[in-house]
């Protein structure tokens, strides 16, 4: 196990809330603000989207404000418009919100968009358009020319594209920024430190992929139970191009890819929370399997990020175990924030092969665009709404 992490309780377990306690360290501290930025979030009766407005429920830094959905649930409370799929109530903060449509004139400051790709690409740029930073949990942006694909802990470098993505596209205010697809955020959490380390040539990846990735209602029971589909529609194609932009780097101007050989397999199975990644590597470097193994144990966020309310100071959990990690044991590691590593050995076709975990819904997710969204909030991205229509108000009195 990792270091810095917390030990194994008796059952196995790791413990759901992984490396709390460093942000009382020095130079870790994360203190509630005397106004909290005003959320909504898109899309907020899917599945996705209850994992936002249930993380935002009590979030130190983030009020919840607004929820908007389809034209079917426009109208409704939020208790009366969602179908909940969560352990636990509806959070109090929520359930009274009416659901407004997709009209990018909400009362906050930034949105949150778990909407379906079939609608987000549109929608998005309408918010943006409209003054709105669009935190992203869909597909159609992510490869954008000027928008940031973001895993903090990866690439908070690529933030600087903002400006240039505002400039390029008649944005005022507003701009885009997203998470990568759920399959890839515990993949290039863990390539990281071994990229920084060592350097990447090639890597060879097999997804077990749980059914919640699916959305809901999601694959047929007669066609997953006992089963494994070996087939996810565009899985593959985003596990092999998204790494390459965010293992890449922003020169000023664009986005440069990172250059590495990447093939995947995507297999759907009947686990329902936690994507299982099966992962060989070949390295620029030669490097000892100790050395492989402390470059992950090791692998920490500087200052800046670890006083994010959702981050953990080591992302990376890595098991003794030979048969870890699993689903059931390992998947809401870190409050379902940690990439969970175990079986690195010596690959005989490559240099060294692991299995990772990470939760699907969470780090690869909901979880993945909070975390986004506490990076732009602490980085000056986000301005009040209210205070603009103030300055506008008061301009046209004089």
Same mark, same amino acid.
């Given at each position: 196990m990792s270091v810095d992490s917390a030990q194994q309780d008796s059952n196995g377990q790791i413990p759901l809330r992984q490396n709390t306690a460093d942000k009382g360290l020095p130079g870790y501290s994360v203190k509630? !603000?005397?106004?909290? +930025?005003?959320? /909504?979030?898109?899309?907020?009766?899917?599945?996705?989207?209850? &994992?936002?407005?249930?993380?935002?429920? *009590? @979030?130190? +830094?983030?009020?919840l404000t607004e929820v908007a959905a389809s034209e079917r649930s426009s109208g409704k409370c939020y208790s009366e418009a969602v179908c909940w799929h969560l352990d636990g109530p509806i959070p109090a903060n929520a359930r009274?919100?009416?659901?407004? /449509? !997709?009209?990018?004139?909400? *009362?906050?400051?930034?949105?949150?968009? =778990?909407? *379906?790709?079939?609608?987000?690409?549109?929608?998005?740029?309408?918010?943006?358009?409209?003054? $709105?930073?669009?935190?992203?949990?869909?597909?159609? @942006?992510?490869?954008?020319? $000027?928008?940031?694909l973001l895993i903090p802990e990866v690439n908070a470098a690529h933030l600087e594209a903002i400006p240039i993505q505002q400039k390029k596209c008649g944005y005022d205010r507003g701009f885009i920024v997203t998470n990568p697809n759920c399959s890839t955020a515990g993949l290039v959490l863990v390539l990281k430190p071994l990229a920084d380390a060592f350097g990447l040539e090639k890597v060879f990846v097999v997804t077990l992929?749980?059914?919640? /990735? %699916?959305?809901?209602?999601?694959? =047929?029971?007669?066609?997953? #139970?006992?089963?494994?589909?070996?087939?996810?529609?565009?899985?593959?194609?985003?596990?092999?191009?998204?790494p390459q932009k965010l293992l890449g780097k922003w020169d000023g101007s664009r986005f440069v890819d990172a250059g590495v050989g990447l093939t995947a397999h995507c297999n759907r199975v009947p686990v329902l929370d936690? @994507?299982?990644?099966?992962?060989?590597?070949?390295?620029?470097?030669? =490097?000892?399997?100790?050395?492989? #193994?402390? %470059?992950?144990?090791t692998f920490e966020v500087d200052?800046?990020? %670890?006083?994010?309310?959702?981050?953990?100071? @080591?992302?990376?959990?890595?098991l003794d175990e030979e048969n870890r990690p #699993?689903?059931? &044991? *390992?998947?809401?590691?870190?409050?379902?924030?940690a990439a969970v590593v175990g079986r690195v050995r010596e690959c005989p076709l490559l240099d060294v092969k692991l299995t990772l975990l990470s939760h699907n819904l969470v780090r690869g997710a909901a979880g993945a665009a909070v975390l986004n969204a506490e990076l732009l909030a602490a980085r000056g991205f986000f301005k009040s709404r209210v205070d603009q229509s103030q300055s506008v108000e008061e301009s046209v009195s004089k």
């Open positions: 509630p !603000l005397e106004k909290k +930025w005003r959320a /909504g979030v898109l899309g907020a009766t899917g599945l996705v989207g209850q &994992r936002i407005v249930k993380l935002l429920c *009590d @979030h130190p +830094w983030f009020e009274d919100l009416i659901v407004k /449509g !997709l009209d990018p004139t909400l *009362d906050c400051d930034f949105v949150f968009s =778990a909407l *379906d790709s079939s609608v987000a690409g549109s929608a998005e740029e309408d918010f943006a358009r409209a003054g $709105y930073p669009v935190v992203s949990n869909a597909k159609n @942006h992510r490869m954008d020319a $000027y928008v940031p992929q749980a059914v919640s /990735g %699916a959305g809901y209602p999601g694959v =047929a029971t007669l066609d997953i #139970q006992g089963n494994v589909i070996p087939f996810i529609s565009g899985e593959e194609e985003k596990m092999e191009t998204e936690g @994507h299982l990644e099966c992962v060989s590597i070949g390295l620029k470097k030669i =490097a000892s399997l100790r050395e492989v #193994q402390e %470059a992950l144990r200052a800046e990020l %670890a006083a994010l309310p959702s981050a953990l100071r @080591h992302p990376i959990v890595v #699993q689903p059931r &044991r *390992d998947v809401d590691a870190g409050a379902g924030m």
